[in-house]
């Protein structure tokens, strides 16, 4: 027995060092730099160690705006998405022709760039000297006035950036819960057709609780990819998105380091250092809550 374990710990030992030297390690290591004040990257030296990066940043407008932009970001698209995906998977469940077809054709922006996504949006919403873009098109079919979705006002580029995130997702989403709903069996839907159950308490009482653990698992993993949201900003608004107050946690933390405001690797630290806490937290909260709702 003793030799079985050993021969499982030598097969899990590449594993191992390899999420130890690419995770842990650079996780600590960050920790260690987010209470380095003042630290220099080129002499790689500090003048002191404190909470003061912290109080920096938590201090700082544009990590502020940042938060408030992933919070809403992540508050909108999470729940949208998830539910959308859960009707669309509902709907190509129940039908026979062109099933196939359609899974297709919902798949396709998952396997599509992103910033080429990106560009086609801000074309899309973008107003210029000439042409305001096919969705002012369609609001003045409804009498409105042209709206610039891209430098105009703030509600207007977080619509364009929630319903971008939501494009972006759903497809591997339907994916995944079109497998879930093919998983459950038969046998729970032919006994409640017996007994004469409505088709939404099938819904709720035989489907929902059959697909809880693939639910729960796209809620967290969704929380936890818009948290990271960047690339979705900088396809839609460049690189400049504190200008355009349209920054991301992620986007503050690159911009510490490597934007016009970068060198501050220990800023940078300690912006990474509350995010990670906030996903942690959310993360914890969610596992509490699928102990009551996922029935595995």
């Not at 007994?195 to 653990?213: A, E, N, Q, V, Y």
């Not at 936890?224 to 900003?233: H, L």
Request: hydrophobic share 50%; net charge neutral.
């Amino acid at each position: 027995m003793e030799k079985n374990n050993l021969k499982g710990w030598l097969y899990l030992l590449p594993a191992i060092a390899f999420l130890g030297f690419f995770m842990v390690y650079p996780l600590i290591d960050v920790f260690i730099y987010s209470f380095e004040e003042g630290y220099n990257s080129a002499s790689q030296t500090y003048y002191g160690v404190g909470l003061y990066n912290y109080s920096y940043v938590l201090r700082d407008p544009y990590f502020l705006q940042a938060v408030k932009n992933t919070l809403i970001l992540v508050g909108i698209t999470v729940p949208l998405s998830t539910g959308l995906a859960l009707l669309i998977s509902v709907g190509l469940s129940s039908i026979r022709t062109l099933r196939n077809a359609f899974q297709t054709i919902y798949f396709l922006p998952y396997v599509t760039n992103t910033l080429a996504v990106g560009l086609v949006f801000m074309i899309l919403f973008k107003k210029t000297p000439y042409t305001d873009g096919l969705a002012n098109l369609i609001i003045g079919w409804f009498g409105a006035e042209p709206i610039d979705f891209i430098d105009g006002p703030y509600w207007a580029k977080m619509f364009v950036l929630c319903f971008y995130t939501i494009w972006v997702v759903l497809p591997f989403k339907i994916l995944i819960l079109t497998s879930a709903l093919a998983s459950v069996n038969e046998i729970y839907y032919n006994a409640a057709r017996v007994d004469g159950t409505p088709k939404h308490r099938i819904f709720t009482r035989i489907t929902l609780p059959m697909i809880s653990p693939t639910l729960f698992y796209l809620i967290v993993t969704g929380f936890i990819g818009a948290f990271k949201a960047y690339s979705d900003a900088v396809a839609l608004f460049g690189t400049d998105l504190n200008a355009a107050e349209m920054n991301t946690i992620v986007g503050y933390v690159y911009d510490m380091l490597y934007g016009n405001s970068g060198g501050y690797p220990s800023y940078a630290s300690a912006a990474a250092i509350i995010l990670f806490m906030i996903v942690l937290t959310i993360t914890c909260i969610n596992l509490l809550v699928s102990k009551k709702h996922v029935h595995y």
